[in-house]
């Protein structure tokens, strides 16, 4: 049996972007997914002339990288652009009604939701003196920049619509590394956004939202068909073994147990998979693992009809803070935001339900998600009518939540893949849960790989898989 230059165990976006930029670089690649098909939480489905998507539903994307795989990936020409319409407004519940969120100061200053005790607190984040503690929550970082009232009715609801955690858990470096990094930088938030704009006047790479014909489904399906991958369903990864020069991987399959050498494995699966996969090697690695959390969460699909929607749609949808909301923490009309996504004179809208916020979800059928959901739109949108289709997706372990001193808990996992040469973890725990960080990050893992070594081929073409009659793990080599 032929083994591949690298293996990677789950067939996410994490795996497959990997996968992609280590192909690219001549390295023969492998991935074992133990579900039915790549592409992890990503798929697009058509359901009554709508197209729905079970997990992320967009690209926002600022990084040259991921420019450059869209464009090397040839998915240039399916990449829809989001609609002039969804750019017009990003909604907030405010007293009980969506309010236009203001997206610059000038804006903010003469807008509804913010008092003039918020105003002025948000005018003087520049002289705030920076250096809060190193593992800030959320809510600790944005009171001390920019104000309680900020807090809640702003990034409280980021926090829980994009990310299903919260704030007064979340680390601040983990889950806004980017507005943390400005104040470690410049030393205030204003001068940070300031100098990043006249820097990024510079740059090639500008904002881009898009997706895709067929929805985000087709980006995970053309780069499991990349040449060079090997893509293999139904492959269970359940023993981990250091070698000499490599490592051994043993997995139960639907032809039974298989076992191969790989010189690199990346583990790209949810913490506790990769906990109780690399126990046997590290357990101080696993324990690190075991204490990430992740969020449950739901997504309620709903068409309906044009007219039975009052509200104007202009935008991309609204978040809702927690004092609004106890169960629902956001919702985006599809319809609005991408052509395709509903049949002529209707309209497509997303709820997001759960989180940190409302875990109890995880317990509820799926008519009483939809019940709860709807419930909650018709006085918002000014609803008149039953949806003519509706669609729950589960996530039990939606998104890793982000909480406690998180930042440390990444320090130690890094420190201890520094003694394993070979394996590496790369999920959606480490660096960012957008499919912009997921592309992001397999092309940084890629990269570390490929630069490793020279990589002979004639090696890569000798090697054959150590393994006994039974197929489990050869142990006589393990180190």
Not at 213 to 230: C, K, S, Y
Not at 414 to 429: C, V
């Amino acid at each position: 049996m032929e083994n591949p230059d690298v293996l990677i165990i789950g067939g996410g976006i994490t795996g497959l972007a990997a996968a992609w930029w280590l192909a690219r670089g001549d390295l023969s690649v492998e991935v074992w997914e133990a579900g039915e098909r790549p592409g992890g939480k990503i798929k697009s489905t058509r359901q009554d002339g709508y197209l729905t998507e079970r997990a992320a539903s967009m690209v926002l994307n600022f990084r040259p990288e991921v420019a450059e795989l869209v464009r090397e990936a040839g998915l240039e020409p399916a990449k829809t652009a989001r609609l002039p319409a969804a750019e017009a407004r990003r909604y907030l519940l405010h007293n009980s009604s969506l309010k236009a969120l203001p997206m610059r100061m000038a804006a903010m200053m003469v807008s509804p939701l913010w008092s003039l005790r918020g105003k002025l607190r948000l005018l003087a984040e520049p002289f705030i003196f920076s250096g809060g503690r190193a593992d800030e929550t959320v809510s600790e970082f944005i009171t001390r920049r920019l104000g309680r009232e900020v807090l809640e009715k702003a990034i409280e609801p980021f926090i829980a619509g994009t990310l299903a955690a919260d704030p007064d858990m979340a680390s601040a470096a983990a889950a806004l590394p980017r507005l943390t990094a400005l104040e470690q930088r410049y030393g205030s938030l204003a001068a940070g956004v300031a100098a990043n704009r006249i820097l990024r006047r510079r740059t090639a790479c500008t904002t881009d939202t898009f997706s895709f014909r067929g929805g985000m489904g087709t980006l995970v399906e053309n780069l499991a068909r990349t040449p060079g991958i090997t893509v293999r369903t139904g492959h269970s990864a359940d023993e981990l073994a250091r070698c000499q020069d490599g490592w051994l991987v043993a997995a139960t399959t639907p032809q039974g147990r298989k076992t191969l050498f790989a010189r690199h494995v990346i583990v790209a699966t949810p913490a506790p998979a990769a906990a109780a996969l690399v126990a046997q090697a590290d357990n101080e690695l696993a324990e690190l693992l075991r204490g990430i959390r992740y969020a449950t969460v739901a997504v309620v699909h709903a068409g309906l009809s044009r007219g039975a929607v009052g509200h104007t749609l202009d935008g991309t949808g609204f978040l809702a803070p927690r004092r609004e909301s106890a169960i629902l923490t956001g919702n985006l009309w599809m319809s609005t935001m991408f052509p395709d996504r509903a049949p002529v004179g209707k309209v497509l809208l997303t709820s997001y339900l759960g989180g940190a916020r409302a875990p109890q979800v995880a317990d509820w059928n799926d008519e009483r998600l939809a019940d709860e959901a709807i419930l909650a739109l018709r006085p918002l949108l000014d609803i008149n009518a039953d949806p003519e289709m509706v669609r729950v997706d589960r996530h039990r372990e939606a998104l890793p939540m982000y909480h406690g001193a998180y930042q440390a808990r990444m320090d130690g996992i890094a420190a201890r893949l520094k003694q394993h040469t070979g394996l590496h973890l790369e999920a959606n725990y480490r660096g960012g849960v957008s499919v912009r960080d997921r592309l992001a990050r397999g092309h940084a893992v890629a990269n570390q790989i490929l630069e490793a070594q020279p990589w002979p081929s004639a090696e890569r073409k000798q090697r054959t898989t150590p393994e006994n009659s039974s197929g489990v793990i050869a142990q006589p080599r393990v180190a």
